[in-house]
């Protein structure tokens, strides 16, 4: 498991745009699991909607993006760099219901694909049993 600390050390991005809370599980170069507390202190929530709370999707995709970049992480014993990735697009993607405070965000990405300097992820976000989004995410590796 990787605690908030280790993530603000792994991901270059601060408030209010780190948005992963927690990764749960870590199979570098396979398949993460990560999740994202929704509260209803969050920023976007002030406008998004007044009265009806959502997350807009596209930080629903930005919580699946980073969650997606542990994939990068070193294995264990192997080389001591990390490959940051950074989003190069998003293919298939759909949004399932909505996701509100109180929710828990829950992220599985596996790694579908890589050619040189690009990785193709397979992402699908939760909540409960519910899928909430899906979507691949291209990222291009430095």
Do not use: W
């Amino acid at each position: 498991m990787i605690k908030s600390e280790q993530i603000a050390q792994i991901l270059p991005h601060r408030y209010p745009f780190l948005l992963v809370d927690r990764i749960l599980e870590v199979e570098p170069g396979q398949r993460v699991r990560g999740l994202k507390n929704i509260t209803f202190n969050e920023p976007f929530f002030q406008g998004h909607f007044p009265g009806q709370p959502i997350m807009p999707g596209v930080l629903i995709l930005e919580v699946m993006s980073q969650v997606g970049g542990f994939v990068f992480l070193p294995a264990e014993g192997g080389s001591k760099t990390y490959t940051r990735g950074y989003v190069a697009g998003f293919d298939r993607v759909r949004f399932r219901r909505f996701v509100v405070p109180g929710d828990t965000l829950v992220v599985e990405a596996e790694l579908v694909g890589r050619m040189q300097n690009m990785a193709k992820l397979k992402a699908v976000a939760c909540v409960g049993d519910e899928v909430a989004a899906k979507a691949q995410i291209s990222y291009r590796l430095e």
